[in-house]
């Protein structure tokens, strides 16, 4: 139960030992032993990640999303833009490039709105997640691997789209949510 | 741009060759080439997984969570009811058996309210997301290698809680935005 204070030692694992058995250019993963709050031992499988942005992007009456396919699901998705953090770069930075090279968009500010663990039981995927004000729409800049469509929906649909399941993943679910709040939709 | 249709063939990569680099209990990972729609080719690491559920729990006039350490975040998360699907289990036996296990409780039914992939740049994560309706709670029953303590919140709290950052995972936000929402919070 809530107990009111911040100690949480007697929820701690530890790891004991550690194997790195994929070292990939995106991610690297763990297969680890940790030591339970009870003495105990257990197997644990984590996937190391350097975060992501995603980004709330709305210019008038529209919201702006990315059409894509997505082999680990092999799907083609409807997500907000959004995109990995690379070495050295900043959140706001990956943002503000982002914007551009999906949709074109050119923000006046980058407000960060939110921050969460996509898959916090195995990953320590972090996604920032920011809104784009005053946003103007310029022309898209896709890297050179990346094959994806804009798709703009008007706000006053985004309510009933949501409950249609149109929006397949967390962060895009998130930033239509806020979306709805934020406009009393 | 969206077309209206719903042919996004020129969108799609086709898997050319695959190694299974990790082959975990709870994750398996391929380390994959694929090929372009442009017919160049691109490396994509892929974590498999058997998908989650998770769970919007309220009693009254609280929500409940769970508060647990993370190894693959280094963190004490603060997340809603929520448990890995086991091989044979439909996500509705498994919802039931979270429920019960993790804060003891009894739901006189379970309605599924969403679903979404957690990262789909790099898993087929899948997360249902249930709430349990008439709720009423018996006593924990936790797995052996499960250590959390059970934390209720005021639903008035809740915006509050939300715009502080209480809630640092994706499905949590995901619940709370939706309790939120519904409660005209």
Do not use: C, W
Not at 72 to 91: C, Q
């Amino acid at each position: 139960m809530n107990t009111g204070n911040d100690d949480y030692s007697h929820l701690k694992e530890e790891i004991i030992s550690s194997e790195r058995v994929f070292d990939g250019k995106v991610i690297k993963v763990d297969h680890s032993t940790v030591q339970l709050p009870d003495g105990g031992s257990a197997s644990r499988e984590i996937v190391y990640h350097r975060g992501a942005v995603s980004l709330v992007a709305v210019a008038g009456d529209e919201m702006y999303f990315v059409r894509q396919y997505r082999v680990a699901t092999d799907d083609f998705l409807l997500e907000i833009p959004a995109g990995k953090i690379e070495v050295g770069e900043a959140p706001d930075e990956t943002a503000e490039k982002e914007l551009k090279e999906e949709i074109g968009g050119v923000a006046e500010s980058l407000r960060k709105i939110h921050g969460f663990y996509v898959s916090p039981g195995f990953s320590n995927e972090y996604v920032h997640l920011y809104e784009a004000d005053n946003m103007t729409i310029d022309k898209q800049a896709l890297d050179d691997d990346e094959f994806l469509d804009i798709v703009k929906i008007r706000l006053s649909e985004l309510p009933a789209q949501l409950d249609n399941g149109a929006f397949q993943d967390a962060k895009t679910v998130i930033g239509v949510q806020y979306v709805i709040a934020k406009y009393n939709l």
